[in-house]
């Protein structure tokens, strides 16, 4: 082999060793710089998510249901369907989203119960006269019932969960909201937080591990200033 050729091939395989070492390392240097893998993970979901629940307000009746697009295109939603199942696990229809509906990109989309003018009151995309109560879960379907998210909070049989149900998320005001980072904390997301206008695509597919109770709700909807991480 000739000497110049010699010193090619050495010279690549040392720079493809560098290269692949640096990538399946946790760490790199770059210009005197090392940068370590971080603890905090950005959210991986390219799907809507169920982003946010009230299951009481002022009253018992006033629920919402919010979603979050974490993608970068609008996409277009009618004829998608929520459906909860109580803690006896008996099943029915929140609601069916109506014809023209979409959820813009890194936006959101409201479903809200329609007594006494509370669907009004928060400006919900969607209203219905379902409740949604203790104990219960919820789920969002395309029109073929092919599953796209699901969330279960407290104690239920059958419930739609992924992983373990949200502890509670019962109190008056109060709501469950999906995190925008695997780090997020209730201070992180709630008003002056770090995390609060990152979003709410955190999904590890564990609904006691995506989620934190707010203090008081927050609820969006497709007018709402969207949400970048």
């Known amino acids: 082999m000739k000497p110049y050729l010699?010193?090619?091939?050495?010279?690549?395989g040392f720079l493809s060793y560098s290269y692949t070492h640096s990538y399946l390392s946790d760490s790199a240097a770059s210009s005197g710089n090392t940068f370590t893998a971080s603890a905090e993970f950005p959210p991986t979901t390219n799907h809507p998510v169920i982003s946010e629940i009230q299951i009481n307000g002022a009253t018992a009746l006033q629920d919402f249901i919010e979603l979050y697009n974490p993608t970068s295109s609008s996409i277009p939603i009618a004829g998608w369907k929520l459906r909860k199942r109580i803690s006896s696990g008996s099943e029915d229809s929140v609601a069916v989203i109506g014809t023209g509906k979409s959820?813009?990109?890194?936006?959101?989309?409201?479903?809200?119960?329609?007594?006494?003018?509370?669907?009004?009151?928060?400006?919900?995309?969607?209203?219905?006269?379902?409740?949604?109560?203790?104990?219960?879960?919820?789920?969002?379907?395309?029109p073929d019932d092919t599953l796209v998210d699901q969330v279960a909070w407290g104690n239920g049989t059958d419930q739609f969960v992924e992983g373990t149900p949200i502890d509670n998320g019962s109190d008056q005001n109060k709501s469950m909201e999906r995190k925008a980072y695997s780090s997020?904390?209730?201070?992180?997301?709630?008003?002056g937080g770090t995390h609060e206008t990152k979003g709410n695509g955190f999904d590890s597919d564990n609904n006691s591990t995506d989620f934190i109770l707010r203090p008081t709700s927050q609820p969006q909807n497709s007018l709402s200033p969207t949400e970048t991480p």
Not at 105 to 133: K, M, P, R, V
Not at 184 to 191: A, G
């Open 6 to 12: 010699l010193l090619l091939i050495t010279f690549t």
């Open 103 to 142: 959820i813009p990109a890194h936006g959101f989309f409201l479903w809200a119960n329609s007594e006494s003018g509370f669907s009004t009151s928060i400006g919900a995309d969607e209203a219905t006269t379902q409740n949604i109560s203790e104990n219960n879960s919820v789920a969002l379907l395309m």
């Open 184 to 191: 997020s904390t209730i201070t992180s997301m709630t008003t």
